[in-house]
Nanobody, 116 residues
Framework: QARVVESGGGLVQPGGSLRLSCICS????????MRWYRQAPGRQRELVAA???????DTADSVKGRFIVSGDTAKDRVYLQMNSLKPEDTAKYFC??????????WGQGIQVTVSS
């Protein structure tokens, strides 16, 4: 069974940077897409960024110009470089691995806190 593990979160001051990593291990299926979501307390889960098989990538308007998504679905990993962090970026960040049409797996999530 596939296992998805995120790393790299933590506490950072406003204006700082963090780099999140997500690695999927144990899968026997090829990956269609890998996505980063985030969820702040009391708010809905939000799609932040994604990479797709074939090299496509995209980021949400709310983070465009500050966050950079990279990685390779063939290597089962995705990264999220987060720059110029703001307090409103504080959330739990989740990695989603899409094996379309064969299902998906989620990581446990990792906390990112932006505070002075």
């Amino acid at each position: 069974q596939a296992r998805v593990v995120e790393s790299g979160g933590g506490l950072v001051q406003p204006g700082g940077s963090l780099r999140l990593s997500c690695i999927c291990s144990g899968s026997i299926f090829s990956i269609y897409a890998m996505r980063w979501y985030r969820q702040a307390p009391g708010r809905q889960r939000e799609l932040v960024a994604a990479i797709t098989r074939g090299g496509g990538s995209d980021t949400a308007d709310s983070v465009k110009g500050r966050f950079i998504v990279s990685g390779d679905t063939a290597k089962d990993r995705v990264y999220l470089q987060m720059n110029s962090l703001k307090p409103e970026d504080t959330a739990k960040y989740f990695c989603n691995v899409d094996f379309n049409p064969l299902g998906e797996e989620w990581g446990q999530g990792i906390q990112v806190t932006v505070s002075s």
